[in-house]
Each structure stands twice: as structure tokens, then as C-alpha cells.
Nanobody, 121 residues
Framework: VQLVESGGGLVQAGGSLRLSCAAS????????IGWFRQAPGKEREAVSCISTSDGTTYYADSVKGRFTISSENAKNTVYLQMNSLKPEDTAVYYCAADRYCYSNPGYLELWGQGTLVTVSS
């Protein structure tokens, strides 16, 4: 059972990146996949979440209108398209899986290893 993130990197402010979260070892359609991020010296925070069974999505206010979450169930993969990136989006981004979307990272047990996103000004 694992989640593997990819797609992080260095981008200038205003640029875009697409993160991927590939899942294996569990029934993908039964789970919600969330993206969280943790900046240096800050707590981990929820960014977005999608219910892979019905496509319901959730976004933090700070990323609404800029980030889009989607799932490709045939590939057991969830994507986070990040546009109009800002320096304050710099963080390690993690995906996590559970039966439901939770904004509190303490409720989730299955996590990926994280991918670093750095936005330069």
C-alpha cells in the first residue's frame, strides 16, 4: 500500500506545475485523496481533496481559482494542477488517502513521501 508523489520543482512566480499522486495496493475508487503542504517552520495544511468515487472536490481558500484537483481512476492517479503560483506556495506537497476528505492531517495515516515545490519571486 503506497502513495508516490511526483512533479515538484522550481518555478517562477506566476508559473505552473502539475503534481501527480500514484496509488497502489488498495481499491482506489473507495478512497478520497487529499493534497497537503508543509512550509518550513509551519504546520502541515490541507490544500485540496477529491472523492475518487464521485468526483467531489474541496479546496483551501488560499488556492481556490488557482489549483485544480482531478483523478484518473483508470491509472489510480490524482493530479494537482497549480497555476499562478506564488512564493507563499513554496512547500513540500504530500498526498494522503482515506475513506473521506479531511482537512485535519492528523486524521490520515496513509501518506506519500512528499515532493518539493519552490516558487521564486
Amino acid at each position: 500500500v503506497q502513495l508516490v508523489e511526483s512533479g515538484g520543482g522550481l518555478v517562477q512566480a506566476g508559473g505552473s506545475l502539475r503534481l501527480s499522486c500514484a496509488a497502489s495496493g488498495f481499491t482506489f475508487d473507495d478512497y478520497a485523496i487529499g493534497w497537503f503542504r508543509q512550509a518550513p517552520g509551519k504546520e502541515r495544511e490541507a490544500v485540496s481533496c477529491i472523492s475518487t468515487s464521485d468526483g467531489t472536490t474541496y479546496y483551501a481558500d488560499s488556492v481556490k481559482g488557482r489549483f485544480t484537483i482531478s483523478s484518473e481512476n483508470a491509472k489510480n492517479t490524482v493530479y494537482l494542477q497549480m497555476n499562478s503560483l506564488k512564493p507563499e506556495d513554496t512547500a513540500v506537497y504530500y498526498c494522503a488517502a482515506d475513506r473521506y476528505c479531511y482537512s485535519n492531517p492528523g486524521y490520515l495515516e496513509l501518506w506519500g513521501q512528499g515532493t518539493l515545490v519552490t516558487v521564486s519571486s
